[in-house]
């Protein structure tokens, strides 16, 4: 169906009018940048992420064009030219002085051709962010470059080739969804990469068990609030270039998974990750899901991250009870004493990770529960809710003097499904975090309104 250009005018307008109405990163999880599910069984784990299959076709706003391109070669007839058009408002304060505040307005344009001589396909992607209203005594947002500044970039140019059916080879730069280094998509702009990746699926027709695999090496790096390409190792924060190399697997069999990838950075760090996921019903009246994740953090070589060695660890539990659209989730993860988590090149994958919180300081552990529900089933389509409490604490001499947090969530999205409107997703939400650290109170309040809106060219 057409889109007509009004009805998205309209539509960006109101978004608009809806946003008009602290210093350090947020915290918050990979599985945060997403909407929120409806059922268990759509709750990925962080490595099935890595092999989910793209999104269902956009809204096209001149559909005659494809129609059009169905006799020339598949290159250009299966080709996608896809626009997104965000606006994101951030207002970030704390008790001790800090704000951050911002509202940003930009997308991407993203371009992905079908396959020449069903052996090799191209895409690209231009990303911008420019300020709409930005104090200068309130940078910190991560939605501008430093300084409140905008900035625009080419943040994927790629080749991909197929070895087979099932697997293929990506070269160039281009967007990775895997625990530790993924697109972090929850500000303007993603992370985008430069490296390679071999992928590929064995099994899993007929619903049979599937074994899938990733291997690459990355080198470089644009953080998502960035317009040039950096070494993975400064974007960690060591003086020195160097890239990561990767390699992962998965395998699922009905509705069980379990999945691990290992990250190594010469002379910087080693990430092991291992994550394992069931899900089942009771008695047709509830779906439960249970998941489990750890992960192994050390310094390797000559230790240059921050001069000298450091291993620490993480395990996490969760497990979630849905029914017509309502999803109880709890869950539970314990840091090692030994040094503060990274997670230089991703969103934070830990199951307690927060808007405000990550969790990850040294010896900590967390508690989380969280209601969501999905409004569909009372006629409010396309509109979804969620709470969430957490706390953490430590004792562990290396995370300083004793320290508990407390974190509040409230989240509110709007996805409309049916035309023109299908490409709109409205999103509010809110942290409320208290911190007590020896004695010292500091609360933080960090609240978003976020506004976008996805077609297709043709």
């Not at 809806?18 to 059922?39: C, D, F, V, W, Y």
């Not at 096209?60 to 391109?69: I, S, V, Y």
């Not at 040039?228 to 990767?246: I, L, P």
């Not at 029914?323 to 539970?332: N, W």
């Amino acid at each position: 169906m057409t889109i007509r250009p009004v009805s998205v005018a309209i539509a960006l307008a109101g978004a608009m009018a809806m946003l008009s109405a602290g210093q350090s990163r947020a915290q918050e999880s990979i599985e945060q940048e997403e909407a929120t599910p409806s059922s268990v069984h759509q709750s990925l784990n962080e490595i099935e992420r890595i092999f989910r299959p793209p999104p269902p076709p956009r809204i096209a706003l001149f559909p005659q064009l494809r129609e059009q391109l169905k006799y020339a070669p598949p290159f250009f007839r299966d080709s996608q030219l896809d626009v997104n058009l965000r606006s994101y408002y951030r207002n970030k304060t704390s008790s001790v002085g800090d704000k951050s505040e911002a509202w940003a307005g930009g997308g991407s344009v993203t371009f992905r051709s079908g396959w020449l001589l069903d052996f090799m396909s191209m895409g690209t992607a231009f990303y911008t962010s420019q300020p709409l209203y930005a104090p200068k005594d309130r940078d910190g947002t991560d939605l501008l470059k430093p300084g409140q500044q905008g900035y625009s970039a080419l943040g994927q140019l790629y080749a991909r080739f197929k070895v087979t059916e099932a697997n293929y080879l990506t070269v160039g730069r281009y967007i990775l969804d895997t625990p530790y280094i993924s697109r972090d998509d929850g500000k303007m702009s993603p992370n985008t990469f430069q490296g390679y990746v071999l992928q590929g699926t064995a099994g899993g027709g007929d619903n049979q068990a599937a074994f899938r695999y990733g291997a690459g090496y990355i080198d470089k790096i644009k953080e998502k609030n960035s317009d040039a390409f950096v070494s993975m190792s400064q974007s960690a924060g060591a003086n020195v270039d160097r890239g990561v190399a990767a390699a992962g697997a998965l395998y699922t069999a009905g509705q069980f998974s379990f999945g691990a990838i290992d990250y190594y950075s010469s002379d910087i760090i080693n990430i092991a990750y291992g994550e394992t996921k069931y899900t089942t019903g009771i008695a047709g009246w509830f779906d439960v899901l249970f998941g489990a994740q750890y992960v192994d953090q050390r310094s390797v070589g000559a230790d240059l991250l921050n001069g000298s060695g450091f291993s620490t660890n993480e395990f996490g539990a969760r497990a979630e009870l849905g029914r017509e659209g309502a999803i109880l989730t709890f869950a539970y993860s314990k840091a090692g004493a030994g040094a503060k988590l990274q997670n230089p090149w991703s969103g934070n994958p830990f199951y307690t990770s927060t808007i405000v919180a990550g969790f990850k300081n040294a010896g900590e552990q967390a508690l989380v529960a969280k209601l969501s529900y999905d409004f569909t089933g009372v006629g409010l389509e396309g509109v979804t809710a969620y709470a969430l409490y957490a706390r953490g604490w430590t004792n562990a001499i290396a995370a300083g003097a004793p320290l508990t947090e407390d974190e509040f969530d409230i989240d509110l999205q709007w996805r409309p499904r049916s035309e023109p409107l299908g490409g709109l997703w409205l999103r509010s939400r809110c942290g409320f975090s208290k911190v007590d650290q020896g004695g010292t109170l500091n609360h933080l309040r960090d609240c978003r309104l976020i506004a976008n809106y996805d077609f297709s060219i043709y």
